[in-house]
T-cell receptor
Framework: AQKITQTQPGMFVQEKEAVTLDCTYD???????LFWYKQPSSGEMIFLIY??????QNATEGRYSLNFQKARKSANLVISASQLGDSAMYFC???????????FGKGTRLHILP | NAGVTQTPKFQVLKTGQSMTLQCAQD?????MSWYRQDPGMGLRLIHY???????DQGEVPNGYNVSRSTTEDFPLRLLSAAPSQTSVYFC?????????????FGPGTRLTVL
C-alpha cells in the first residue's frame, strides 16, 4: 500500500540554524512525484519544492532543498538558515502516474525560536 | 490571475442541512480535487476530477457529492451535514493528474456542523 510517514510531530529549532524535516514513503510504483507544502498559521497551503522519482539531482528552491534517497525511500526537506517566518506546519505528499490520487503525510509542526 | 478560489471562507451548519462549497480555478487545469483537513490527520482526499464530466472517489467520499460540468468549477455538496463533517476543506488543482504536476490549493473553507 502507498503510504507517507512524517515521524516528527513537532520540532523546535533556533533561528538561523538548518532544519531537516523527515519524510519516508512506501510504494512499489516506480514513477512518482514527491512534494513539500508549508501551511502557516493563516491556513493556506503553499507549495515549496518537487522531486521526481527519476530525477538524478536533488531539487533545490532558494533556502529549500530536498534530500532524496530513493533506495531508502526518503525525501527529507532541508531548510537552510531558518527564519522566524518558517514557523509553520509542513506536509510531505506523493502522487503517481499509475492513478490520479495524491497522498499526504500527517505533517510536522516547526517552531523557530528567536 | 486569481488561481484557485473557494467560497465561503467560513460556514456553520446544523445537522441535516445541506450546502455546497464552491471551488473555481482560472489556470485551465484539468485536474481538480477536494480534501478535508482534520487535526493530526493531514489532508485526506474526498473526490477528484481529471476533466469536465469525469469524477472519482478518494479516500473519504461518504457524505459528499461532486460534479464537474466545466473545466473551471468543481463544487462539493454536503447533502445532509453531520458533526463528523466539521473540518477545514481545501480545493486544489493541477494541470493534469501526472506525478510531475504540482497541485495548487485554494485558501480553504472552515466548516462547523452543530
Amino acid at each position: 500500500a502507498q503510504k507517507i510517514t512524517q515521524t516528527q510531530p513537532g520540532m523546535f529549532v533556533q533561528e538561523k540554524e538548518a532544519v531537516t524535516l523527515d519524510c519516508t514513503y512506501d510504494t512499489s510504483d516506480p514513477s512518482y512525484g514527491l512534494f513539500w507544502y508549508k501551511q502557516p498559521s493563516s491556513g493556506e497551503m503553499i507549495f515549496l519544492i518537487y522531486q521526481g522519482s527519476y530525477d538524478q539531482q536533488n531539487a533545490t528552491e532558494g533556502r529549500y532543498s530536498l534530500n532524496f534517497q530513493k533506495a531508502r525511500k526518503s525525501a527529507n526537506l532541508v531548510i537552510s538558515a531558518s527564519q522566524l517566518g518558517d514557523s509553520a506546519m509542513y506536509f510531505c505528499a506523493m502522487r503517481f502516474n499509475r492513478d490520479d490520487k495524491i497522498i499526504f503525510g500527517k505533517g510536522t509542526r516547526l517552531h523557530i525560536l528567536p | 490571475n486569481a488561481g484557485v478560489t473557494q467560497t465561503p471562507k467560513f460556514q456553520v451548519l446544523k445537522t441535516g442541512q445541506s450546502m455546497t462549497l464552491q471551488c473555481a480555478q482560472d489556470m485551465n487545469h484539468e485536474y481538480m480535487s477536494w480534501y478535508r483537513q482534520d487535526p493530526g490527520m493531514g489532508l485526506r482526499l474526498i473526490h477528484y476530477s481529471v476533466g469536465a464530466g469525469i469524477t472519482d472517489q478518494g479516500e473519504v467520499p461518504n457524505g459528499y457529492n461532486v460534479s464537474r460540468s466545466t473545466t473551471e468549477d468543481f463544487p462539493l455538496r454536503l447533502l445532509s451535514a453531520a458533526p463528523s463533517q466539521t473540518s477545514v476543506y481545501f480545493c486544489a488543482s493541477s494541470y493534469s493528474g501526472r506525478a510531475t504536476d504540482t497541485q495548487y490549493f485554494g485558501p480553504g473553507t472552515r466548516l462547523t456542523v452543530l
